[in-house]
């Protein structure tokens, strides 16, 4: 049966409004009473019916491997480019290039710590930050040291009468305040609930549970002999993290990491069928802007060269953005294209390479942006440098020595629409990641078409080629198309 959603929007602007400039009024207040009422009424309403499942017969879950985006290995090294002699037929006509204006600051120079709460605090660690959050003695429930249906379910009965709403109002003020998207969010979520019951602890996975689906998030448990597991359902495909399905439409919910002790055995995970009325949004992996805790910047240089003429780079990256991507869980390419980049990494880039590009026509200028791509960096597959499969963000890709295909495409990428303004789209072909580029001008070489479009392709890990040189062994593959955000 379908319910109405109110969403915690509606529960924060109840809790918010007595400080509005209308408090005194006593026709509001009696009117705000009265709302506060309905909602507690619908909320109770929502938990009675979701108990009412979690205590019907849970079944065995089949847990199912982690779906792997590409089972082809990566390019073991990155291939160099040997000129042939016969000379490549210059591009022409040539477009001159447009430089675009600096980025816009989106970062907070400073960012101020929570406000304290009237009735005190307790602290919580969060990637280095220290907040303060409402956490009161009644959230610290029995947890069994076994867990199972009984207890699973007892525990949510009973955080269903705890009064949350200031921790969740905190927790939201702070994820504004710092940038922080649903899976941000999610690990603050958690790392109260470690404060509260202990690190890798069931407690704090079950708090997190609860108050995921208090703030409209559609997230279950499951239990195994040993630990209980998180479930959580992602707008986003998750790779490499163990799922299961529920649901007429086989919705997937994902094991997601954040329990170090949940080793869940897959012929052994117990889950229940029911879904919370008011808990129906997906969590999303994209990252709109850079997270922001204690805001410290870190600052390196990187060298390439081009046309015989060797180039320095000065940058500065966000260490912040380093560790929140660190466990980042692997999903669509299209997030980490389209994903944000700090105000450091993008003033440092875009001051270094607009004299690189000033008087350059539009083949020249990606060139450029290809040669530094390809060149600036050594060579190492995930496993090697990570020991799993980790595509990077761009901050990532300025932080670390070393990067693959995937990685160099996703900041080529980002420095061609940042700096140039043309169309990028990506390239998916087996064990190979690359990019291609929509010119103004007739560019020559090998491309692709989309949406009845020429695009060239640039390839930023084939070393030494120019835009319109493929890689050999790619050459009349028909790759699966990426498509990113045009650019703004």
């Known amino acids: 049966m379908k319910r109405t959603f109110v969403s915690l929007s509606l529960a924060v602007m109840f809790l918010a409004a007595p400080l509005l400039q209308a408090q005194e009024d006593p026709a509001f207040r009696a009117w705000l009473k009265g709302e ?103 959230m610290r429930l029995h947890v069994n040291d076994k867990p199972g249906k009984e ?74 002999p040993s630990c209980v597991i998180l479930l959580l359902a992602a707008e986003e495909q998750l790779y490499g993290v163990l799922y299961c399905s529920f649901g007429a439409d086989q919705r997937r919910y994902y094991a997601v990491p954040l329990n170090t002790r ?92 607009k004299p690189l590009l000033a008087d350059r026509n539009e083949v020249e200028a990606v060139n450029i942006l290809l040669r530094f791509s390809q060149t600036a960096f050594g060579y190492k597959v995930d496993k090697e440098l990570f020991g799993r499969e980790k595509p990077m963000f761009p901050d990532e890709v300025l932080y670390y020595d070393y990067s693959n295909c995937k990685d160099r495409a996703i900041l080529f990428a980002y420095l061609v629409r940042r700096l140039t303004g043309l169309e990028v789209v990506g390239l998916d072909y087996p064990g190979h990641i690359s990019t291609a580029v929509r010119f103004r001008g007739i560019v020559r070489g090998d491309a692709v078409q989309v949406r009845g479009e020429r695009f060239v ?12 040189m493929c890689m050999p062994q790619f050459q009349g593959v028909e790759p699966s198309i990426i498509t990113l955000r045009k650019p703004s």
């Open 36 to 138: 506060q009422k309905k909602f507690q009424e619908f909320t109770d309403a929502n938990d009675s019916a979701f108990y009412a499942f979690l205590k019907k017969e849970w079944r065995g879950v089949e847990l199912a491997k982690g779906m792997v985006k590409d089972p082809i290995p990566d390019l073991p090294q990155a291939p160099v480019y040997q000129p042939s002699v016969i000379k490549q037929p210059a591009p022409t006509p040539v477009a001159p290039l447009i430089v675009l204006p600096p980025p816009p600051k989106t970062e907070s120079v400073a960012v101020s710590p929570t406000p304290q709460p009237s009735t005190g605090g307790v602290e919580v660690k969060y990637f280095g930050t220290t907040l303060s959050l409402p956490i009161t003695a009644t």
């Open 457 to 468: 392709i640039c390839d930023p890990t084939y070393i030494n080629a120019d835009a319109g």
């Open 262 to 353: 949940a080793t869940a055995d897959a012929s052994q995970l117990y889950s229940y069928e029911g879904t919370h009325p008011s808990a129906t949004r997906p969590l999303r992996f994209a990252v709109a802007r850079i997270p922001l805790f204690n805001n410290p910047v870190a600052a390196k240089t990187l060298a390439f060269t081009f046309g015989g003429v060797k180039h320095y780079v000065p940058l500065q990256y966000s260490r912040d953005a380093i560790s929140f991507f660190e466990n980042y869980p692997q999903t669509d390419f299209t997030v980490y294209f389209d994903g944000s980049i700090s105000d450091g990494a993008a003033s440092s880039l875009y001051n270094a390479f």
């Open 151 to 224: 207890s699973i379910t007892e525990f949510f009965a009973s955080m269903s009468h705890v009064p949350c709403d200031d921790l969740l109002l905190e927790t939201k003020k702070f994820a504004e305040a710092r940038h922080l998207n649903d899976w941000g969010y999610c690990l603050l979520l958690h790392a109260a609930g470690e404060r509260i019951y202990g690190p890798s602890s069931d407690g704090a996975t079950l708090f997190t549970w609860c108050l995921l689906m208090k703030s409209g998030f559609d997230a279950r448990v499951g239990f195994t």
